[in-house]
């Protein structure tokens, strides 16, 4: 008998995080599904077998999308795990189902077995988020990936030493960036680069981005002069409370104007250097942002580079974008609080 096909209900948070074999707690399912604009609703379908045992799910974010005055609603699958053992369509199933929300799906990156059956789903890969990365102390960096080999280590440290050697910018002033409490995130988020496909960020999602509970949160608002442009994430990941490494998940999106993400990039990263964090991560897509990165001292790894699959392939055509002006970072899916 086929398995059936259902939603995530809270109840079922234990059984999943024994199908995860406790890798992720209840609490963490809890926030990652959760819908950003309902605390109530969880966001992703469940496979259960006769006896309601789950034998797999998956879990997405649907968010609306926007460039000048198109609006395109997105989904990103994620969490796509099936129970060790279990052989049957469920997962196939389960991936099918995301499709049904949405004008696209998108995925990003993903194990070496989903990307070889992503053709058969029809999502074609249209380039590759860039990994940016900056080393601020070495001997702190390398200790805290005492988990892995030593060559690989070893390796990482390597390639990082670039951005040890090259110094960021010097602050200019040019946007005053203030911390702010999650309680005080309320500002309208408004919509400036319109040249742009870009995720249309709300204060409901800054506050979830923030509830993370696996890693600290800071956020900060920004603003050129006195105008307010949005919000910035970052996260703070402890290793065995000794060690912490850093990653700046969201960005308000500057367009053009390299002088205000170069100086914003700064502050954060001197934020976070000030926190103890031996390194910093970042992701995207955008050749401003990206150039903007390297002038702060970060290097592109590209051998960290995630693959971006899309369905339908030729969405970017439809409302006249290209790849390069898609402003992509770590708000897609699950990817902005893993493998910090």
Known sequence: ???????????????????????????ELNWLLQDPDDSNKLNGYVAVNEDEVIVGMIGFTSSNYRCADKELAGVVPMSWKIKDGYKG??????????????????????????????PMFGLTNIGYSHTCMKLLKPLDYFLSLKNKPFYKRAGNLAIMSKSFVKKPSKLTGLLNVYKVDIDHVNKDIPYLQRDYLEKQMSANYIKWLMQCPVNDSLGFEIYNGEVFVGYSVC????????????????????????????????????????????????SLMDLNLLKASKDAGYIDYTSKDKPIFIKPSNILDSIGVGVDNWYMQYTEGDKAYRNI
Not at 3 to 9: A, H, P, T, W, Y
Not at 248 to 262: D, E, K, R, S
């Open 1 to 27: 008998m086929p398995e059936k096909i259902r939603l995530i209900k809270t109840s079922d948070l234990i059984q999943l995080q024994n199908l995860y074999n406790e890798r992720k707690t209840v609490s």
């Open 89 to 118: 369509m469920a997962g196939i199933t389960l991936f099918k189902k995301v499709f049904q929300h949405g004008d696209f799906t998108m995925t990003i990156e993903g194990s070496d077995l989903a990307q070889s059956i992503y």
């Open 235 to 282: 996260y703070i990941h402890r290793v065995k409370n000794r060690f912490s490494r850093g990653r700046i998940v969201y960005m308000p999106n500057f367009g053009a104007n390299h002088q205000c993400a170069n100086e914003l990039i700064t502050y954060l990263t001197n934020y976070l250097k000030e926190q103890g964090c031996s390194s910093i991560s970042m």
